[in-house]
């Protein structure tokens, strides 16, 4: 079965700052991974995916997350943090046929300082 | 248009009723999930509901039992509500099995 971790439980920055949020995951084969983001009160939103083919995603809101299978890593990217990208960030991972397979990370808050 | 809606947003209950949550989607998706986050954000996939197939979670309390009157929708019914029902409950819905969630915006559910 797949598992997710997210090792920053909170991260604060700087508006105008960069950003990385971690991911690591395990799974046997090439997995499907996802970032969604969770607002105060909100539901989830999906950022951007990785199903095949370049490793480089670009996703919503100038995020980008990169695919490393070597280091079995999906890490969020953002060059420049908006004071209203301060929310939950939680990476996923699926498979083909994942239904039940469909996993979440723990979730990283993240806060922006003006 | 909202893509997948949830009713109600909150539901503040006793212990021991019996309650239910809808949920709609209109992206013309095969296959619906409920979700349940806890208190420190952990999302934990409870059923996954895909051309009447219904996979359920081992973990899940046979109190919560989902109900599909058609492929829109996916209800999330609950008996005698404990304590630790206490939770936001999202619906999520995907193309097939393995498309893309999109997710609902929650119903906060409150037991006392």
């Known amino acids: 079965a797949q598992s997710v971790t997210q090792p920053d439980i909170h991260i604060t920055v700087s508006e105008g700052a960069s950003l990385e949020l971690r991911c690591n995951y395990s799974y046997g084969a090439t997995p499907y991974l996802f970032w969604y983001v969770q607002s105060p009160g909100q539901g989830l939103q999906l950022l951007l995916k990785y199903f095949s083919g370049d490793t480089l995603v670009q996703g919503i809101k100038g995020f980008e997350a990169e695919f490393k299978r070597s280091q079995s890593s999906f890490n969020l990217r953002k060059p420049s943090v908006h004071w209203s990208d301060a929310a939950e960030y939680f990476c996923?991972?699926?498979?083909?046929?994942?239904?039940?397979?469909?996993?979440f990370g723990p979730g990283t808050r993240l806060s922006v300082l003006p | 248009d909202t893509a997948v809606s949830q009713t109600p947003k909150y539901l503040v209950t006793q212990m021991g009723n019996d309650k239910s949550i809808k949920c709609e989607q209109n992206l013309g998706h095969d296959t619906m999930y409920w979700y349940k986050q806890d208190s420190k954000k952990f999302l934990k996939i409870m059923f996954s509901y895909n051309n009447k197939e219904l996979i359920i979670n081992e973990t899940v309390p046979n109190r919560f039992s989902p109900k599909s009157p058609d492929k829109a929708h996916l209800n999330l019914h609950i008996n005698s509500l404990e304590l630790g029902d206490s939770a936001v409950y999202f619906c999520?819905?995907?193309?097939?099995?393995?498309?893309?969630?999109?997710f609902g915006p929650g119903t906060r559910l409150l037991v006392l």
């Open positions: 999520a819905s995907s193309l097939d099995s393995s498309g893309t969630q999109y």
């Open positions: 996923a991972v699926g498979a083909p046929n994942y239904g039940q397979n469909f996993v």
